[in-house]
């Protein structure tokens, strides 16, 4: 019921970000980006993200890394349906803000952390778990870094592949593919 609330604060405060007037107040109080994202905001609906979750098998014992966390749906549902300590990587300010309104609101924000930061400089090393809705030129780049990561980390990509890299599982829920790669 909580997540349904932040579900629901997440959809107004996007409203509200969106109208004109608001934008204006709200870009005086957090700047944006530092640079131009490499990809715009899209969000997952909540069945696919708790279906990504689902894919890589998330408990308590991981740490859920979403790279370009957008409103913070991802780590937010890790932690308050799983058990799950999330982070979430996003070069926005003002999303990040928006993800910590809804956090405290599902009340899951000791379990989670949002970072502003960009995803091909973060620090992935503690991730057990990392999930990411990105095109697939950005998911190129990545490759090398994630297949880097401990051996079991679980990587699950929203519709998109790597190139170089065949995923151990493909499920498709709706008309999403959602990818999981598991690091050997």
Known sequence: MRFLAGIALATLLQGLVLSEG???????????PARTPDIHFSPTRHNIADAMLKLANVTGDDVVYDLGSGDGRLPIIAAQKYGARGVGIEIDPRLVEISWRIANEAEVANRVSFIVGDLFEADLSKATVVTMYLSP????????????????TRIVSHQFSMPGWI????????????LLWVVK
Do not use: T
């Open 22 to 32: 608001l934008m204006a107040r709200h870009q005086s109080r957090v700047e944006g």
């Open 137 to 152: 030129s950005i998911m190129k780049i990545l490759e090398p870094r994630l297949r880097a990561l401990k051996p079991g």
């Open 167 to 178: 995923p151990d599982r493909r499920i498709q829920v709706d008309e999403s593919e959602l």
